[in-house]
């Protein structure tokens, strides 16, 4: 199944988030599971990715090398070791791969401009998505022109952290519950993004938790288990 922030498509774009459905990997991969390191078979993968493909009627799934870095590029046909990446090229699908961090998708709705960016909590320490708006910025998008889309991601009910995580955190972004800490990632990367002159009002987290939901893969819950798809793409008509 597709989760889809619809806003895009007015812009001529589109911003959709697989669930595990639809795929050909076997347990615990089961089934649309897209990375190649965690251990499912590289021709399975394959098979997933071009389903993907093939859904979104795409002409490239571009990829990184996800490190938990503040590393963002200009997608340029090769995967390299970077969290972020933006592109003007039209079917171009710039995804995230995901189970349990966050997919941050952008979209400059004037300039035609996507991005992805992967945020976990060290991406969100790091603050990857606000550098993600400066390197737009820098590119001559005004905050006004930016649309953000949170995907799905662990939510603050079930991201426990242990103290040397959250002492990283502005303690409004923990909770306390039953003697544990809760990171909210969501909060924290939604405040980056305001920080830098995002309107709320810009900002969608469509707030599906990946730990929750059966339907997605989720590393906290099963470990050993695949890694989720979404992202942004220009359509090419
Ligand atoms: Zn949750």
Redesign the pocket.
């Known amino acids: 199944m597709i989760f889809e922030d619809e806003r895009y498509r007015q812009f001529g774009a589109r911003c959709v988030f697989f669930d595990r459905e639809s795929g050909v990997s076997n347990p615990p991969f089961d089934s649309l599971n897209v990375s190649y390191t965690v251990g499912d078979l590289a021709l399975n993968v394959e098979k997933n990715l071009e389903i993907v493909k093939k859904q979104l009627n795409v002409s490239t799934i571009a990829m990184l090398n996800q490190i938990h870095s503040d590393n963002i590029i200009e997608y340029n046909g090769e995967v390299v070791d970077a969290d972020g990446f933006f592109t003007d090229k039209k079917g171009v699908f710039l995804s995230i791969k995901f189970a349990d961090c966050c997919p941050v998708i952008f979209m400059d709705v004037k300039n035609k401009i996507i991005a992805s960016v992967h945020s976990g909590w060290k991406g969100a320490y790091l603050k990857i998505s606000q550098k993600m708006l400066e390197k737009l910025y820098s590119l001559g998008s005004k905050s006004e022109d930016i649309i953000v889309t949170l995907g799905p991601h662990?939510?603050?009910?079930?991201?426990e952290v242990k103290d040397d995580v959250a002492n990283l955190f502005d303690q409004k972004f923990i909770k306390f519950k039953d003697g544990k800490k809760f990171l909210s990632l969501s909060s924290s990367i939604i405040e980056s993004l305001v920080e830098k002159g995002i309107n709320m009002n810009n900002i969608v987290d469509l707030k599906i938790?990946?730990?929750?939901s059966k339907d997605f893969f989720s590393y906290r819950r099963d470990k050993l288990t695949g890694r989720n798809i979404g992202g942004v793409f220009l359509l090419d008509y």
Do not use: S
């Not at 938790?209 to 929750?212: G, K, P």
């Open positions: 662990i939510c603050e009910n079930c991201y938790c990946t730990y929750e």
